[in-house]
């Protein structure tokens, strides 16, 4: 024992000195009356306890701070299939609202007119630039017949070209070779809406020195034994004297014919 | 040098001590820290470790008999036993004055260290400035004396002219 602590005296000196403080501190109190050894080993073991404390806390913490982020992911996934499945929702709910908007519309000009209507989908369209013709659910087992007109409350659509008992065929009022007899709102002018193709009309036959001005309301005038009397064509957007005897004006249609999903066919007698 | 402190005379030294102690237990009337000079003696002649064992073997008996912290003179005299032994290999002390300052020194250094402990562990100082300076010459004057007498006893002048 003794060559063992002649070889490392140090260490002897530190164990020896060690010995010391132990004696000491199992003796001596402090003023709170606590022996040193407690209080020192509180000193000595206090950080190391917090520490550990801090540690399992900070990982219990971090792990339900996972699950929580975790359970938050799910939680997110879920709302936002909800979300779209709503939007969804919202967006057939505004299409309801819509077409209940229109129903109403057409109602008010079902009630305008004494001759019978029949409203119908629109269930076929052609490319606007190959044949100004779509096909409406609806057909000669509802008494739709050849050249009945087709309108929306917005204006004249056409008129039946061909019918099949569950279908019909619609040639829009753009198609060229359709027309209808129309006049100005104010001065009673009449002439021949036509169209040529393209997505405006021409309204033939109104003499050069009559005055009709861009912004005037085209409506149907009833002499063509189609349309009803009375309803909106369009707008004149250009009007000019042409070089006979007629202007050359210019009319744009109110209905949109790209955006046609119903419309009412006024049935003959 | 460890060969020449045996452990018989350790054992005597501490029997000594005991004996000095409970007559006159510290603070004693003599001013005399005897057991300070024996660590200090034991490591001067023997190995660190040993002056340490020795030193807190002193000091403990001290703090037995003047009924202080068990402890508080073992650090003090274990520290020095320690460097008593480490200062024989770098200090050479013949003289008789040498050897009274030094111990002297030692004597501060142990009241130093006792004292500096009784204010650590927060406890009352027992030892009064007056006693400490009366002591510090006391213990150095007679511990020179004991350590040449001792000197004398085991190392004896030999007149190598009569042999």
Redesign the interface.
């Known amino acids: 024992m003794?060559l063992l602590?002649?070889r490392?005296?140090f260490v002897?000196?530190a164990a020896?000195?060690l010995?010391?403080?132990?004696?000491?501190s199992v003796?001596?109190r402090?003023?709170e009356g606590r022996v040193?050894l407690r209080s020192w080993s509180l000193l000595v073991f206090t950080p190391i306890a917090s520490t550990v404390h801090f540690l399992t806390d900070g990982i219990t913490h971090a792990v339900r701070q996972y699950a929580l982020l975790y359970r938050a992911q799910q939680e997110n996934n879920r709302l936002h299939a909800e979300n779209a499945r709503l939007k969804v929702e919202l967006a057939q709910l505004q299409g309801i609202k819509s077409v209940l908007a229109r129903r109403q519309g057409y109602q008010l000009l079902q009630e305008q007119f004494l001759f019978d209507t029949f409203l119908a989908p629109v269930i076929w369209k052609s490319a606007p630039f190959y044949a100004h013709r779509l096909v409406i659910n609806g057909g000669s087992r509802r008494g739709i017949q050849k050249d009945d007109a087709v309108i929306t409350p917005e204006g004249i659509v056409g008129r039946v070209w061909a019918t099949t008992p569950f279908t019909a065929e619609v040639e829009l009022i753009t198609n060229a070779g359709a027309a209808a007899g129309a006049m100005l709102e104010d001065s009673r002018l009449q002439g021949v809406v036509q169209g040529d193709g393209s997505t405006l009309l021409q309204w033939n036959f109104i003499p050069n020195y009559e005055s009709v001005e861009v912004g005037n309301i085209v409506y149907t005038s009833g002499t063509d034994r189609i349309y009803p009397k009375a309803l909106p064509i369009g707008r004149v957007t250009k009007s000019s004297k042409g070089p006979a005897i007629y202007r050359k004006i210019q009319v744009q249609p109110f209905v949109d014919y790209l955006r046609l999903e119903e419309i009412m066919v006024v049935v003959s007698e | 040098m460890n060969g020449i402190i045996r452990n018989s005379e350790i054992v005597a030294l501490l029997a000594i001590t005991a004996v000095f102690e409970f007559l006159f237990p510290t603070p004693s009337a003599l001013y005399l820290d005897l057991p300070l000079f024996f660590a200090l003696y034991i490591g001067w002649y023997s190995s660190p470790a040993k002056g340490a064992v020795c030193g807190i073997a002193f000091g403990l008996l001290q703090d037995v008999f003047s009924r202080s912290y068990l402890g508080l003179n073992g650090t003090s005299k274990t520290l020095l036993g320690f460097g008593g032994s480490y200062l024989s290999k770098w200090l050479v002390l013949e003289s008789f004055l040498a050897r009274c300052v030094l111990i002297g020194f030692l004597s501060l250094l142990d009241n130093v260290i006792v004292i500096a402990m009784e204010f650590l562990l927060g406890q009352p100082i027992q030892q009064g400035w007056l006693r400490t300076l009366i002591e510090i010459p006391v213990t150095g004057i007679l511990g020179g004396g004991i350590f040449q007498i001792y000197d004398r006893v085991k190392f004896p002048h030999k007149d190598f002219r009569r042999l």
């Open positions: 003794m602590l002649q490392k005296p002897s000196l020896l000195l010995t010391n403080l132990l004696l000491l003796q001596v402090n003023e040193l």
